[in-house]
Structures are given as C-alpha cells and as structure tokens.
C-alpha cells in the first residue's frame, strides 16, 4: 500500500515539475524586452519612420518646384532655344534683373514676349488704365489702355519730350488677345501668313496684349507706324531718351535676324529705368539681355 502511495507521489511531482517548466518558458516569451532590445527596434523603427518621411519630404519639394517652375514660366511657351540660367551675351552672369523668373513671367514688366515665347491664353491685364496723354484719337477704347506702371511712365516720358520741345502721341497700346486675333487675321488676308508675320505677331505673341508696348507718332499723327516716323525729330528724341523713363525702342534697326520684326522706331515697350537703361548703354534687344537669342539670330 505504502509502495503504491510512493509512486503516486513521484508520479504527481513529475507532472508539478513539468507544468512549472512549461510555465516558466511561456511567461520568458511573453516577458519584456529589456532595455537593449527595445533600443535596437526603436532605433530601427525611427529609421523606418524616417526614411518614410523623407519620401514624403522628397516628393513635397518636388511638387514645390515643380509649382515654382509653372509659377515662374507663368504659362509662357516657347518653342526657341536657350540655356536654363540667365547669362549675359558676353557669357557672363548676368546681375542686371535678367532672370529667367521675370523673363517667363507674364505680369512682369520685364516678361520676353516674341515669335518664340507666348502669352498664356487666358492672359488679361488686372491694372489696366487709361494714361494722360494725348492721342491720335479721342475716344477712351481698349488701345488707349496700358498697365498702370507703364501709365505712369509713359506720363513722365510725354512731360520729358514737351519740355524738350517734342510733342508726341499715342497711337495704339493694349489689343485684347481677340483684338489681336482679328488684326492679323486682316493682315493675313491681306498680304499672305509669312508677309504678315514681319510686321504683325501671331495672336498670343504681341507684346501690345501685354498691356506694356505703345505704338507713338508725333502730335500731328504723321507717319504714324510707318518707316518714315524714322526720320523724323520725335524718332531722333526717343532714341536718346526714352531709356530714362523705362522704355526701350523694341524692334531696333539692324536686329530685325534676332527680334523677328523689321525696324520699329514708334514701337516702345515699358520694361522698368533698371533693364531700359542696361538696354539701351548695351545696345542690345530683349532677347540679347535674357541671352534668348532665337536660332535664327546666332
């Protein structure tokens, strides 16, 4: 009896021995990790984390950049060649204000607008005002509208040539982009597409729907947007000065390879005293200054 009860006993401990080990190894499974081990995963976790934040922060500058490119550009197309960085002509930075940014820009005083660079379709001049000056005409229509700075300016540049005895007048200054797109489609019908062309810009590539180029003649009106407003004194005083108030004679002689238009000597276009005056000491056009030279004019 008593040798039963032994092995009933020894029986019953082995059992108790093994439920404690099974106990022991679970309760080792399920214990924390020690500080060591909680270093390395929290190490390895932050990297996670950071690695995927800075994903995240990649693409967030990308799509900042790729915002201030549009912002930049500013819906400017162009289909001419040039380098990604302002230069000037002579290979130089250029520290004058000819950045790329203002370039592109179509609410810039400074924005490039020819045969190779474009307004954006939807473009539309928020400042538009009438300047006090006099005109070939009396009524107060779209073409007698400039934006406000050039306004300004032109006041100033028509005070300047009075005193200097010099009486000129506006002839034309802003078109709408539908304005512009009948004018050369007149024109076309005219003289032909490629004929028009060196002397009218496609609808979109006029600098007078910039609401910053005015086309001038003298009080009297003759020779108004003809060659031979060339020869006459009111020609011979904005050459020499309209640098001063911030225009610049856009279509100058001798450039008509690089500006694409012949020669417009009543053609004035309001870019800002800074880049006219860096123009005009240069002797170079718009597209000199930006180091936007178009390919036919290399």
């Known amino acids: 009896m008593n040798s039963k009860k032994g092995v009933v006993t020894a029986a019953m401990a082995l059992l108790l021995t093994a439920v404690l080990i099974a106990g022991c190894g679970k309760q080792a499974a399920d214990a924390p990790q020690t500080p060591a081990q909680n270093s390395t995963n929290t190490a390895a976790g932050a990297n996670n984390g950071a690695g995927d934040n800075a994903a995240n922060d990649t693409d967030t500058m990308d799509d900042q950049a ?5 912002a930049a550009n500013g819906g400017i197309t162009g289909n001419g060649d040039s380098s990604d960085s302002a230069q000037a002509p002579d290979g130089s930075s250029d520290s004058s204000g000819g950045d790329r ?9 400074a924005v490039l607008i020819n045969k190779q ?4 379709e939807d473009y539309e001049p928020k400042d538009l005002v009438y300047p006090d000056v006099r005109f070939t005409f009396k009524e107060k229509i779209e073409k007698r509208m400039m934006r406000k700075e050039a306004a300004k ?3 100033e540049l028509f005070a300047g040539a009075e005193k200097d005895g010099i009486y000129l007048a506006g002839v034309s200054a802003y078109r709408s982009h539908k304005t512009q797109t009948a004018l050369f489609n007149r024109y076309v019908e005219k003289d032909g597409e ?3 062309k060196t002397y009218s810009a496609v609808p979109g590539h006029s600098e007078h729907e910039t609401g910053l180029a005015i086309d001038v003649s003298g009080s009297d009106g003759k020779c108004a947007a003809e060659s031979c407003f060339g020869d006459t004194k009111e020609a011979a005083w904005l050459a020499d ?11 100058p002689k001798g450039k008509e390879d690089i500006t694409g238009y012949k020669y417009e000597p ?3 276009r309001y870019v800002g005293k800074e880049i006219a005056a860096d123009i005009g000491k240069r002797g170079i056009t718009l597209e000199e200054y930006y180091d936007a030279v178009p390919v036919s004019g290399q």
Do not use: K
Not at 66 to 70: A, F, Q
Not at 241 to 251: L, N, P, V
């Open 153 to 155: 300016a032109l006041e």
């Open 241 to 251: 000065h309209a640098t001063e108030y911030g225009f610049i004679i856009r279509y």
């Open 117 to 120: 660079f474009a307004l954006p």
């Open 194 to 196: 490629e004929v028009a």
């Open 266 to 268: 009543w053609h004035l």
């Open 101 to 109: 940014a203002a370039m592109g820009d179509p609410y810039s005083v």
């Open 66 to 70: 790729t915002e201030g490119n549009n």
